[in-house]
């Protein structure tokens, strides 16, 4: 393998460029709006290519440009300022539905009723500094470390939030299976 | 921590992402691999979260990029100049 790759169009067409549907599925996750994340994403991709230079070839070019996109995001279109949210994981009851799963519908069938659409609303009610880890994690498949870069915050943060958001998540999808009818909760009917 | 004391259920519930996600180091897996050998409760819901992990990653990701915005960036760069190279 060449040192490093030349900064060219060709290069970053080929690097960079590929990841364009991560580029902008994450912007529409932070902004909410499929046209403003179309700014977003264009955005990113031009700071990305004036500052390819920048990139060192052979380490994670999507986690690069999210990180990009995550910065542009909060910079020029995040509207409201969010207030920082501490939590230590140590200071999280975990409250993970496995066992209501596991009494009311043991062979998990809720997880096949739910469809992409009711997955996706459920990550745009997550409030966003739980949102942006875990689709930078459970989406986008960084690591933590990846994740700690591009949101500006330690590896313990990340590992906080990030717990954080899929127990949220995970609570909210298997409410909404029970509403829809998809279990019964036990003791209810 | 004493590298080889066994932990009990609620430590494995707080590291079991990081186990998942295999970001625990070899020692710290080590230990949760160890109780989850042994209790019937915490690998049941390893199983249960393991299953959510991968539910997600399939139903999280939804569309990609419309195909006018690719032509977009793909104009904007051909018109630009090209990005410094290094030397």
Known sequence: MPPSVPPDREGFEREALVHLDAVFRTALRLSGNPTEAE?????????AFRSWHQYRAGTNAKAWLLTILRNTFVNQYRREKRRPATVDVTDIEPFTVFRDVQDADPERTFFDRLVDGDVIRAIDRL???????????DVEGLTYAEIAAAVGTPVGTVKSRLFRARQILQRDLYDYAVEAGYITRRGAS | MN??????????????????????????????????????????LADFETAYLRFLEAHARARGAPAHLRRRILDELLSGPEPPASR
């Open chain 1, 127 to 137: 409030p966003e500094e739980f949102r942006e880890v875990l689709v930078l994690s």
């Open chain 2, 3 to 44: 590298e080889s004391e066994p932990i009990d259920c609620r430590a494995v519930t707080h590291q079991l992402y990081e186990f998942l996600d295999g970001e625990l180091s070899a020692a710290a897996k080590a230990r949760v691999q160890a109780h989850l050998a042994d209790c019937a409760h915490c690998f049941e």
């Open chain 1, 39 to 47: 700014d977003l994403a264009q955005e990113t991709m031009l700071k």
